[in-house]
Every structure is written in C-alpha cells, then in structure tokens.
C-alpha cells in the first residue's frame, strides 16, 4: 500500500509562478525523497531529506519536512514549462537493514508558457 | 551510455505466455528493484534484491519471479502473463549503506492481450 499520498493530484500554473505539492505519510521514516517524472519515462531523482532535517535547497527547489505533521512540500521557484512533469514523494523506512522505498500516486504538474 | 538500461522497451504478448524483461546497471550498486507503474496509482514494488544471494518479494509479488544472475542484472518474469499485467516496469538501482538514492532504468511497456 501507498505510504505516501501527494496533494494535489493536479496542478496548472504559469510560467514564471511557484509550484508547491505536498506529501502526506502514515508511518515513521528514515529519509523523504522527491523524485520527477517526465511522461512515460524513468524516475529522476531531486532531493533527500533526511527524518532529523526540516529543511533542504537544491537550485530552484526547496523541500521541507514535519515529522510531527508526517508531512513533507516540495515548492519549484519560478517555474519553466520544462518543469512539467509528474512528482513522486517517497518514504524510507526506519532502521534495519531491510530498506526500501514507497511512492505516492504522484502529482502531475503542468507548467503553462 | 545510461547507467540503468532495461530491453525490452515494449512488448506485446499474449495471454498465458512466459515472459522476462531484463534489467543490467553499470553503476556497481548491490541493490536492485523490480517497480511496476498503472495510471493514477504510482510505484508499486514487485520485488527486490540487496545482494546476489537475497531476493525478497515486495507489495505485489504475486505472478512474478525474479532472477538476480550476476551484481548487475536482475531479470523479473511473468510466468503465464494475464491482461492486468499490462503496465509500465521499471527497474532501480541503489547503493545501500547509506546511499538511498534510486537510480531508474527507462522502463518496458508491457501490454498483455
């Protein structure tokens, strides 16, 4: 089952407008991740953060994280119509060596010129 | 050269037949994933191996088999392929000890008639 769900499903914006999706997640986590999706095509990775971490910079994103709220968002600045794509957040789960990842349903983006 | 590479890209089968999709990484990670992806529900986890020697089933193993022949390669079967196995697979790699990170292959459309 899902451990993470995105919100929202959909999302349309401008140019040049920030793009804030969110994640939701049940259970406790080791890391958060972010990953992209391009239609049709592999995962790409954007960004960790880690469960002790609240907030994380990569270029034009910024990504936070509530553990208390089990909730994480990630917001792209200044959006490029190279932008579009689907958003996937991804828990790690805690401890052990028995590590793997669960995705949510995603967040389609559509970035409009 | 990509780093994850996965053959076939598409495929096309019929009802009852065996079929493998083939998965090779030159990256040396340890760990690999088998994911399938249906519209609207995301990434579910098939199955995954941390190992040549470990093969754990994930969320939705059921119908498959996985090969792990050598560090880089991890092959999933379908043993007799039904119509609900239509879907987009992807393979992953990760590094493990710390190293969260996937690394996606470009995916094999599968459609079963």
């Known amino acids: 089952s899902q451990q993470g769900e995105e919100d929202p499903q959909a999302l349309s914006i401008q140019e040049g407008e920030n793009a804030t999706m969110n994640c939701s997640y049940k259970?406790?986590?080791?890391?958060l991740q972010w990953y992209r999706q391009n239609s049709g095509r592999g995962l790409v990775h954007l960004i960790l953060?880690?469960?002790?971490?609240r907030e994380k910079h990569s270029g034009r994103l910024r990504v936070t994280l509530d553990t208390s709220k089990k909730s994480s968002s990630l917001l792209i600045t200044a959006s490029r119509a190279a932008d579009t794509a689907s958003y996937f957040c991804?828990?790690?789960?805690?401890?052990?060596?028995?590590?793997?990842?669960?995705f949510g349903k995603g967040t389609l983006l559509t970035v409009n010129p | 050269d990509a780093d994850v590479t996965q053959t076939p890209r598409n495929r096309i089968t019929k009802t009852g037949k065996r079929i493998m999709l083939e998965c090779s990484q030159t990256?040396?990670?340890?760990?690999m994933y088998w994911y399938r992806q249906d519209p609207g529900l995301g990434l579910r986890l098939i199955y995954y191996?941390?190992?040549?020697?470990?093969?754990n089933k994930g969320e939705i193993s059921d119908g498959y088999s996985v090969s792990r022949q050598a560090q880089a390669k991890f092959s999933l079967s379908l043993e007799s392929a039904i119509p609900n196995q239509t879907a987009l697979y992807f393979c992953a790699t990760s590094g493990g000890g710390g190293q969260e990170t996937q690394y996606f292959g470009p995916g094999t459309r599968l459609l079963v008639l």
């Open positions: 990256k040396g990670h340890d760990r």
């Open positions: 191996s941390f190992d040549v020697k470990d093969i």
């Open positions: 991804a828990t790690g789960n805690s401890g052990g060596s028995n590590y793997k990842l669960t």
């Open positions: 953060i880690r469960s002790n971490e």
């Open positions: 259970t406790s986590i080791n890391n």
